[in-house]
């Protein structure tokens, strides 16, 4: 049934996560693994450091909303194993990844710049854990919760593809991060955080914000 206050929540969830994605590709953008060389990097990083921590400040509150929807995603599921394993996967995705995300905000700016082999250590490491393995659980996670949905509420089939493939390009982000494609990683992080989120909108609505809500 409609429950108009899941669906404000996943509104602001969204916010969130397009407020982190404006950061990630504007004044985040030189202090990332993804064009310049370490030094560069850090150079940056130190000349911005509030707002660099800030850019991870606001990744983490978007690693918590994500949490937030699957908990609320799964109350539209039966009791059973998909429906706990799911959520549990999103939640044990967020361990690496805010991890990954206090190394890059608090710990990278401290280290020495003529310290190279602890600043790639660091680098590589962070980049491993948010990249492929957080963002591989959370991806799981909102997987088995979207097919287990689709299996339970057939109806919903519509609205549940775009999701899936959301996730989908989601993992071929933690793929791509394995195979050090860092360039197609970047591929992967636009298309399936534009598609998430807008999924996110449309399932909410969908759900909790419309009144014709058709269940199998």
């Not at 150079?43 to 660099?52: F, K, V």
């Not at 990683?185 to 914000?209: D, P």
Request: net charge neutral.
């Amino acid at each position: 049934m409609p429950k108009p206050y899941y669906f404000y929540t996943t509104l602001l969830i969204a916010l969130l996560i397009f407020i982190a994605c404006l950061m990630m590709n504007g004044p985040m953008r030189p202090g990332l693994p993804v064009g310049d060389d370490l030094a560069t990097r850090l150079a940056y990083i130190n000349a911005n450091l509030t707002l660099w921590q800030w850019g991870w400040l606001s990744w983490m509150a978007a690693a918590l909303s994500l949490l937030a929807f699957a908990v609320m995603l799964s109350t539209e599921l039966q009791s059973g194993a998909p429906r706990q394993y799911g959520v549990l996967l999103v939640a044990l995705g967020m361990a690496p990844d805010l991890m990954a995300e206090t190394l890059y905000a608090f710990v990278m700016p401290q280290v020495a710049v003529t310290d190279i082999a602890l600043l790639q250590f660091i680098d590589n490491l962070a980049m491993h854990l948010t990249g492929f393995l957080g963002n591989g659980l959370y991806n799981l996670g909102g997987m088995l919760l979207t097919l287990a949905l689709l299996k339970q509420q057939p109806a919903l089939k519509l609205w549940l593809y775009p999701g899936i493939v959301a996730w989908l390009l989601g993992l071929g982000l933690s793929v791509s991060i394995a195979l050090q494609q860092l360039k197609l990683a970047e591929y992967f992080t636009a298309a399936s955080m534009v598609l998430s989120t807008l999924w996110f909108v449309l399932i909410a609505w969908k759900l909790w914000g419309s009144s014709n809500v058709r269940r199998a």
